[in-house]
């Protein structure tokens, strides 16, 4: 199956799973859309969406939201993440909104990340949402979404996961894809603990392949020789090595071997990890 096929029926299949594929921030207007994106780095939207009706209500304009220092802002915001950085990068964007942009939220990618606070990602968003632009914005959800199915191959960094994606997934279909990736990866594709059971892609993603060939558990095993065993050289052992696998995912290893053939012995689960794609 080709990378492309993969992603059409990807999007295919979370079409009819997701009815609402669009953001889960609240706002009214795209100010206030620019400010909802800006809090919800590294955040979530929940968090957000609970300072945002005050905030809002208090500062409804760039013009409103100029007259005031950040501190006068930090209050309205100290419950989302990074709220001293967050409250500054408001500030800042409200005065250059009203002074640069004639209060308007600018329609432009390249103008959208003059503002303070406002990267790549945003103004992705910004342009996608607001003004119904193709753009994909690659978040911590889409990057690990991305990576897991296999629509992109092992793709290192944010940007190259969107490069990735814009070569398999047509133009007009950038914006969708971006809210149905993320929605996929909110609910079902977690970080920690992915519902494989419950997903509709097992067929067609590479790291349930994975998952499907770590090893079973090994029973009748001691742990009072060791909390590790090595199966391929029949060794318990307690103080393991690490290596580092072909996809790059540091495992333990036996030190005198070198095997990452590795059971811990209190479960006889394997001590193998699949790489989950995590940013940074
Ligand atoms: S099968 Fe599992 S890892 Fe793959 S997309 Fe579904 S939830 Fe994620």
Redesign the pocket.
């Known amino acids: 199956m080709t990378r492309t096929e993969r992603a059409r029926l990807t999007l295919d299949r979370l079409r009819d799973a997701i009815e609402r594929p669009e953001t889960e921030l609240q706002y009214r207007t795209e100010f206030e859309l620019l400010v909802a994106v800006i809090l919800s780095a590294q955040c979530t939207d929940a968090r957000v969406n609970l300072v945002t009706p005050d905030l809002f209500a208090a500062y409804p304009t760039p013009e409103a939201m100029a007259k005031v220092e950040a501190d006068e802002i930090f209050p309205y915001i100290r419950s989302v993440s990074y709220p001293n950085n967050k409250a500054k990068a408001l500030a800042a964007t409200a005065r250059m909104l009203v002074e640069d942009f004639g209060g308007e939220v600018p329609r432009t990618h390249k103008e959208l990340t003059t503002l303070r606070g406002v990267g790549r990602k945003t103004a992705n968003v910004i342009v996608a949402v607001a003004f119904d632009e193709p753009a994909i914005a690659v978040d911590t959800h889409v990057f690990r979404?991305a990576n897991?199915?296999g629509l992109v191959d092992d793709a290192p960094t944010p940007l190259a996961v969107e490069d990735g994606l814009r070569r398999v997934i047509p133009r007009e279909d950038w914006g969708e894809a971006h809210h149905l990736l993320i929605l996929?990866?909110r609910y079902?594709?977690?970080a920690r603990s992915?519902?494989?059971e419950?997903?509709?892609?097992?067929d067609?993603?590479?790291?349930?392949a994975r998952?499907q060939k770590l090893p079973i558990p090994l029973t009748g095993l001691d742990p009072k020789k060791g909390t590790y065993f090595c199966k391929t050289n029949g060794r318990y052992f307690d103080e393991p090595t690490t290596k580092t696998d072909r996809y790059g995912v540091e495992q333990l290893a036996d030190p005198v071997s070198g095997s990452m053939n590795v059971f811990l012995t209190k479960t006889g689960e394997t001590t193998k990890r699949i790489k989950d794609y995590r940013i940074g």
């Not at 419950?198 to 097992?202: G, P």
């Not at 067609?204 to 349930?208: D, E, I, S, T």
């Open positions: 979404v897991r199915i996929h990866g079902t594709c977690t992915p519902k494989c419950a997903c509709l892609l097992t067609l993603c590479q790291y349930y998952l």
